[in-house]
């Protein structure tokens, strides 16, 4: 089935710089984008949203990029502490014939080193 | 804390048994959604409910089902158990069946032994 391309791998960042994580997903009628954040051990917490007739949306210390021509979304973390640790994962929603999805990549697992 | 509410947090069951996984959405919000995640994966759609209603269904095992109650709960049915089936169940809420955030629980902690 149709999936958001996120590997698992692992992006290391001083405590302090930015962190930039990466997203592609695969279905261009897609018209909602989520970011979420990963704790080990707990559920997936909301970070930001973007819906497809945006190019960029900002929260608190958080940036969301979509670039529909490339099919990309990115989130960016400014000044990371070592609490923004974990895996972050991406997720689109689209409809099919198996009704409304919403769909998550594999994730990518932001490492902080103080 | 999110508001959705999962139990049993740890379920240790054996191979060929039947389990079932409870959800509570976020006061207000009529949908629910059940996921899958694997060790050190991303995660799998299963199923979702809006008002009592199945919605959309992912990659969903036909030994596997779910409700969801007048009361707006859900639950999660896998039966004849295997060990692939070795994973965290996570349930999610939202207001709408389409279209916005929805919240996840803590999850269900299944290991088939």
């Known amino acids: 089935g149709e999936s958001v391309g996120l590997h698992l791998p692992t992006l290391s960042v001083q405590e302090g710089d930015n962190s930039i994580i990466n997203c592609a997903y695969s279905?261009?009628?897609?018209?909602?984008f989520i970011w979420y954040k990963q704790e080990s051990g707990k559920g997936p917490q909301f970070i930001i949203d973007?819906?497809?007739?945006?190019d960029k949306r900002q929260g608190q210390r958080v940036t969301v990029l979509l670039n529909k021509t490339v099919k990309h979304l990115s989130l960016q973390i400014a000044a990371t502490q070592p609490g923004d640790s974990a895996v972050y994962f991406c997720?689109?929603?689209?409809?099919?014939?198996?009704?409304?999805?919403?769909?998550f990549g594999g994730g990518t697992r932001l490492m902080v080193k103080p | 804390d999110s508001g959705v509410t999962q139990t049993p947090k740890h379920l240790i069951t054996a191979t060929g048994q039947r389990v079932t996984l409870r959800c509570s959405p976020r006061?207000?919000?009529?949908?629910v959604y059940w996921y899958q995640q694997s060790l050190d994966q991303g995660l799998q759609f299963l199923i979702q409910?809006?008002?009592?209603?199945?919605?959309a269904k992912g990659n969903i095992l036909e030994r596997f089902s779910a409700q969801q109650f007048p009361d707006l709960h859900s639950e999660l049915n896998l039966s004849s158990l295997e060990l692939g089936d070795s994973a965290l169940y996570f349930c999610a809420s939202g207001r709408a069946f389409s279209g916005n955030t929805i919240y996840f629980g803590e999850g269900s902690w299944l290991t088939v032994v």
């Open positions: 409910y809006y008002n009592g209603e199945e919605r």
């Open positions: 006061s207000g919000d009529l949908s």
């Open positions: 279905n261009s009628a897609s018209d909602y």
């Open positions: 973007i819906r497809s007739n945006m």
């Open positions: 997720a689109e929603n689209y409809w099919n014939n198996a009704g409304n999805m919403l769909t």
